[in-house]
Antibody, heavy 120, light 107 residues
Framework: EVQLVESGGGLVQPGGSLRLSCAAS????????MSWVRQAPGKGLEWVAN????????YYVDSVKGRFTISRDNGKNSLYLQMNNLRAEDTAVYYC?????????????WGQGTLVTVSS | DIQMTQSPSSLSASVGDRVTITCRASQSISTYLNWFQQKPGKAPKLLIYTASRLQSGVPSRFSGSGSGTDFTLTISSLQPEDFATYYC?????????FGGGTKVEIK
């Protein structure tokens, strides 16, 4: 059974930093692209970033470029999102999502999400 | 960026009704279109991928169609467990983008 379990969310002040983690199991982690998708309270879904199997390609939505860094450790079956210089508008539930092996993205398995609140 | 527009933003329907949700892309995306269902407090669930392919385990009352810029999600006979919010998402080119969502409520 595919499982994705996020951790690391919490309350942080504007300008602060937070590192999210996602523990993956039930599939061969290193063969998949992985994504982070977020959802602000009461709002729709926004794709944040994704990373290729070997970490050699990483893509970000414009609003987080230069502030967020996606990374992975295939030996630990783990995905990460380092978030720096956080803003109020980054407040959201962050989901770890299995992306694709190749071809178009499917986003076929999602974690339960971890809440990040940016507030003073 | 490719903009995804869903309509309607909400609808009221009864159990057994046929429901259709539309998604329009701001430029052609071939069939690189996915549909998700989200219930309150839960993670989204993939229903349909590449416009018309049913994800494993999803009931056959769900179907998708379309190509280019216009797409449709159809629920042939609405069931109580189908009351939720539905999102379309394009995977043709980055950044991946979602529609604003369609909330399906009980009439």
């Amino acid at each position: 059974e595919v499982q994705l379990v996020e951790s690391g969310g919490g309350l942080v002040q504007p300008g602060g930093s937070l590192r999210l983690s996602c523990a993956a199991s039930g599939f061969t982690f290193g063969t998949y692209w992985m994504s982070w998708v977020r959802q602000a309270p009461g709002k729709g879904l926004e794709w944040v970033a994704n990373i290729k199997q070997d970490g050699g390609e990483r893509y970000y939505v414009d609003s987080v470029k230069g502030r967020f860094t996606i990374s992975r450790d295939n030996g630990k079956n783990s995905l990460y999102l380092q978030m720096n210089n956080l803003r109020a508008e980054d407040t959201a539930v962050y989901y770890c999502v299995r992306d694709k092996v190749e071809g178009p993205t499917n986003l076929d398995y999602w974690g339960q999400g971890t809440l990040v609140t940016v507030s003073s | 960026d490719i903009q995804m527009t869903q309509s309607p933003s909400s609808l009221s329907a009864s159990v057994g009704d046929r429901v259709t949700i539309t998604c329009r892309a701001s430029q052609s995306i071939s069939t690189y279109l996915n549909w998700f269902q989200q219930k309150p407090g839960k993670a989204p669930k993939l229903l349909i991928y590449t416009a018309s392919r049913l994800q494993s385990g999803v009931p056959s009352r769900f179907s998708g169609s379309g190509s280019g810029t216009d797409f449709t999600l159809t629920i042939s006979s609405l069931q109580p467990e189908d009351f939720a919010t539905y999102y379309c998402q394009q995977s043709d080119r980055g950044p991946l983008t979602f529609g604003g969502g369609t909330k399906v409520e009980i009439k």
